[in-house]
């Protein structure tokens, strides 16, 4: 028997499944016609708090897409409550999102463009910042036209901000450097997102596409995005967009003007504009205790690589936070000889596949063999538990020494996920705030998370050794071992690795 909402509307079919919500087919028996209908999916034994959080997020996005009239914004017709959580009905789309569609041509990708940009543009008329543009939430129908939808995040004049709390809300890859910076962001920072999902729609593949979530906060913080190989007369357009700086990006009404002479089968002429170079090293002075910047003006950078990282633990799925592990400490007695004051104990970060053995590996319930990651290390079992090691190596800039750069990044890490165990947007259905750990390292803490989609339990400890910081993940994604055993497992796998780095 199938479900009537509200009397009207008939549930027909599932079209898709996401980790907060179900999008039926569904039929309009008032007017008979086919409907889409976004049903919001409560993790369980979600806090109250957050259960309300989440609702007024779905509500949000209808309050917010109802009052937006274009033919490139989904149209929203009505909204149910039933169950004690909304219903969002809306037109039915046949076609693919823009991440489906494959690799397309530079015309093509203009187009979309600029049906997007327009979108944007009555959107951040009307004091609306979409916030999480994306080829995913950009539609090509059947009927030809290019449709952009969920703004489920979207920020709107005179609601107030579901994230004040410190989330950090987006899809990461598509997120502006200045939001990640902790800026508020504006209008130029949907048209970055835009440029992002371009770039991705022409070539295959994200501007800024690395092995692991950090990575490409990272690399959206400090690095150029890969020069464009498909994209011709295109490609000079996406890198405006992308500039880094906000104030470097052309403003709305240009950049639909060089998309409109792609679209056409021109070529734009783009004035000449000297490197984008804010935040461009590699090496970062965080903010100094007190407020004050290392000597080389770059000062917050690595503290808001770590806010930025921290904030999307909260911000994605725990696929992103890998899993599984236990370990005992190494009974190496070697005496570590003293570390340089300035340069600290590692000249080069150690290989992360050795920092746990084998026969470790065996007793901590995970295979033996590593799998060799960009600056990590992990070992899955296949059952639905790893555990997985990243690294990151500080080296002295400015006034300050590598073992400060990294007591900063470890302090801010610990401040920020400390934030992020009260916001009230996590996707994850609990989320701990963090506990010390003694005798591991220089400096240790852990935290765990629940993922509500797949029962998931997660530890994650962060330590700091001279001028490395070291993130150590034990998870169970199947839900078989009890939190306080991944806790537990979590933590002697940190001190396997805090022990055996004490000793370099």
Known sequence: MTRVLGGR???????????????????????????AVKELTLPRGVAPGHRAALCERAAREARVSSRLKHGSIIRVHDVITEDDRPWIVMELLTGRALDEAGP?????????GLAVLEALGVAHAQGVLHRDVKPGNIFLCDDGRVILADFGIATLEGDASLTASGGLVGSP?????????????????????????????IEGRPPFARQTPMGMLSAVLTEEPGQPLRAGPLGP??????????????????????????????????????????????AAVPTEPGGRRGHDGRGRRTAVIAAAAV???????????LRHGNATSPTAKRTAPPPDPVRGRFASAPPPCSLITSPEATRL??????????QGCSWDDMSGGSIDLQLELFAPTGALNAPKLAESYYADKKRQIGIAAHAEDKIHSAQSGVTDIPATGDAAFVYDATDGVD??????????????????????????????????????????????????
């Open 9 to 35: 509307y008939r549930l027909v079919e599932p079209l898709g499944r996401g980790g907060m919500g179900t999008v039926w087919r569904a039929l309009d028996e008032m007017l008979g016609r086919a409907v």
């Open 104 to 112: 397309l041509s530079p015309r093509r990708v203009a187009e979309v």
């Open 173 to 201: 890859g598509y997120i502006a450097p200045e939001r990640l910076r902790g800026e508020r962001g504006g209008p130029p920072s949907d048209l970055w997102s835009l440029g992002a999902a371009l770039y991705t729609a």
């Open 237 to 282: 357009v996406l890198l405006a967009l992308l500039a880094r700086d906000p104030a470097r990006r052309p403003p709305a009404e240009v950049a639909a003007r060089w998309l409109r002479s792609v679209a056409g089968g021109g070529t734009p002429v783009i004035p000449a504009r000297p490197p984008d170079t804010e935040g461009r090293s590699r």
């Open 311 to 321: 904030a999307l633990a909260a911000m994605v799925p725990a696929a992103f936070l």
């Open 365 to 374: 319930g995970t295979a033996p063999s590593p799998a060799p990651r960009s």
């Open 455 to 504: 029962a998931g339990l997660s530890s994650t400890v962060w330590l700091r050794s001279s001028n490395l910081v070291v993130q150590v993940v034990y998870a169970d994604h199947v839900g078989t071992t009890s939190a306080a055993q991944v806790r537990r497992h979590a933590i002697e796998a940190a001190r396997t690795v805090g022990g055996r780095l004490g000793h370099m």
